[in-house]
């Protein structure tokens, strides 16, 4: 078993930043895939970033490209999501996920192909 327990979340005015973290714990893999999805709400949880855990590619929804920045510890078995500029838009609760399989395409970004999931850390932006 996995568990992911994220931290950092927190209220932040328009334009600033936060940077979260995800530690993984228990198994642990080599490879694999991470990611970010956040959900607001009243609405669907969507992806925002991955990256693979052995390194190369890594992913980001439109919305959030050149904001924001995930990267890994893997000694530490962390990844982290530096949040950049940040909207009010931005606002909500935001996951951290896992799988080992190693994602292409498509699978990247649904919340189906992650195995394992955080208890999630909010992030408010105020206008």
């Known amino acids: 078993q996995v568990q992911l327990v994220e931290s950092g979340g927190g209220l932040v005015q328009a334009g600033g930043s936060l940077r979260l973290s995800c530690a993984a714990s228990g198994r642990t893999f080599s490879s694999g895939t991470m990611a970010w999805f956040r959900q607001a709400p009243g609405k669907e949880r969507e992806f925002v970033a991955a990256?693979?855990?052995?390194?190369?590619?890594?992913y980001y929804a439109d919305s959030v490209k050149g904001r924001f920045t995930i990267s890994r510890d893997n000694a530490k078995n962390t990844v982290y999501l530096q949040m950049n500029s940040l909207k009010p838009d931005d606002t909500a609760v935001y996951y951290c996920?896992?799988?080992?399989?190693?994602?292409?395409?498509?699978?990247?970004?649904?919340?189906?192909?992650?195995?394992?999931w955080g208890q999630g850390t909010q992030v408010t932006v105020s206008s």
């Open positions: 990256s693979r855990w052995n390194g190369g590619s890594t």
């Open positions: 996920a896992r799988t080992p399989s190693t994602l292409y395409g498509g699978t990247i970004y649904t919340t189906f192909s992650y195995n394992y």
